[in-house]
């Protein structure tokens, strides 16, 4: 049982093992492995797990990267940083801020301060300079008991189930994040603003559902035609497949009158589609950062200082903003997309996820 515990459910009784889907530095692979229950630190908590989903950044452990990222050192080390589940314990210095039996989603990043100035933007910021990612460098939530800094934890909405939410707690609170932070820029009235959502896939489909419930008029654009029939059925008001439409700029140009779109937001991982993006935009209009290929991206300086376009970013921010997520999401039934999977059926899932041949989110569901 693990130890560290001051609140405990009644008649607990924890497994000494579990099955967990990792990745193997030395392999570059993945692989079911039997694993510990972890033991708790006073401040953390102990989850039952819930559900947990795959994120398209957690392909980066199996690629190489130019962005200065080190990725899966060591050894194994389980998988995912997207989940929800219930609290099975506390640490003391968990206090009251939560108890046994409350239903939660969090954060995967640990080992910083969460009071610096950095940790007020991200916690990857924290000037400790010890920030690590649960899943990409210590263990995650795809196995059926997770330990997580209680700082990182926010308590779920009434009325929205576990079962597919595991997304929001790094593609919806990043989707909805650079929404904010797109809309904050914007001047004009939603409902005369024209926002391109680059990637409609597992962030995108959710980052249109945020687009929407704010009035903003949406134009989808993506590779994929699954991923755009998803848009369609989030209401996007326009969709262009801009691999096989060789016109999507003309026509996008036409729709919002000449001028292009006041904004756009990426949420893919595809530099080429990240130089095709200035040309979607009118004067001025906002570039909003938020997927992150594997190569560092370029931009013309002339460009930037003569104001063709913007440039800002986003991320799936800290606890308050994943509160505030959660709060907006239910109110407006914003529900992530997911297709389930079981444990043992981690790699087809992963290849499922590479071969960019699926709609909105891929996840397993634990009993």
């Known amino acids: 049982m693990a130890q560290g515990n001051n609140?405990?459910?009644?008649?607990?009784?924890l497994p000494s093992s579990q099955w967990a889907a990792q990745f193997n530095p030395s392999t570059r692979r993945a692989e079911i492995n039997q694993v510990p229950i972890p033991s708790i630190k006073p401040d953390e908590i102990l989850v039952k797990v819930r559900a947990a989903s795959l994120c398209h950044s957690d392909l980066m452990l199996f690629e190489d990267n130019?962005?200065?990222?080190?990725?899966?050192?060591?050894?194994?080390?389980?998988?995912g940083h997207e989940a929800c589940g219930i609290i099975l314990q506390t640490g003391s210095e968990v206090g009251a801020h939560f108890q046994p039996g409350d239903k939660i989603g969090w954060l995967p990043i640990v080992d910083c301060c969460f009071d610096c100035e950095g940790c007020q933007l991200s916690n990857l910021r924290c000037e400790r300079d010890?920030?690590?990612?649960?899943?990409?460098?210590?263990?995650?939530?795809?196995?059926?008991?997770?330990?997580?800094n209680w700082r990182n934890a926010a308590k779920i909405p009434e009325g929205m189930q576990l079962e597919n939410l595991a997304p929001m707690f790094c593609a919806g609170c990043t989707a909805y994040n650079a929404v904010n932070d797109t809309i904050k820029e914007?001047?004009?009235?939603?409902?005369?603003?024209?926002?391109a959502v680059i990637g409609c896939g597992g962030l995108g489909h959710l980052g249109i559902q945020?687009?929407?419930?704010?009035?903003?008029?949406?134009?989808?654009?993506?590779?994929s035609p699954d991923a755009l029939t998803e848009a369609v059925a989030q209401k996007a008001d326009h969709v262009f497949n801009s691999s096989t439409d060789v016109s999507y700029v003309e026509q996008i140009k036409a729709?919002?009158?000449?001028?292009?779109?006041?904004?756009?937001?990426?949420?893919t991982n595809s530099a080429a589609s990240y130089t095709a993006m200035p040309d979607l935009l009118r004067t001025n209009?906002?570039?909003?950062?938020?997927?992150?290929?594997?190569k560092p991206l370029s931009f013309n300086a002339f460009d930037i200082t003569m104001n063709r376009y913007q440039i800002r970013g986003s991320?799936?921010?800290?606890?308050?903003?994943?509160?505030?997520?959660?709060?907006?999401?239910?109110?407006?039934?914003?529900?992530?997309?997911?297709?389930?999977?079981?444990?043992?059926?981690?790699?087809?899932?992963?290849?499922?996820?590479?071969?960019?041949?699926?709609?909105?989110?891929?996840?397993?569901?634990f009993d």
């Open 7 to 13: 609140s405990t459910e009644s008649g607990l009784d």
């Open 66 to 79: 130019e962005q200065g990222l080190i990725l899966g050192e060591g050894t194994p080390f389980t998988m």
């Open 130 to 148: 010890t920030s690590k990612i649960q899943g990409m460098k210590v263990d995650g939530f795809f196995q059926p008991y997770c330990a997580i």
């Open 186 to 195: 914007l001047t004009t009235e939603p409902a005369k603003t024209y926002v």
């Open 210 to 223: 945020y687009l929407k419930a704010y009035g903003y008029i949406v134009i989808g654009v993506d590779i």
């Open 255 to 267: 729709i919002t009158g000449g001028r292009g779109c006041h904004a756009a937001i990426n949420y």
């Open 285 to 294: 209009g906002l570039l909003m950062v938020a997927g992150i290929p594997q």
């Open 315 to 365: 991320n799936n921010g800290i606890t308050p903003k994943l509160v505030k997520c959660l709060e907006f999401s239910q109110k407006h039934g914003i529900v992530p997309r997911v297709t389930q999977f079981k444990l043992e059926q981690f790699q087809e899932m992963l290849d499922l996820m590479q071969s960019n041949k699926h709609k909105g989110r891929l996840g397993v569901l």
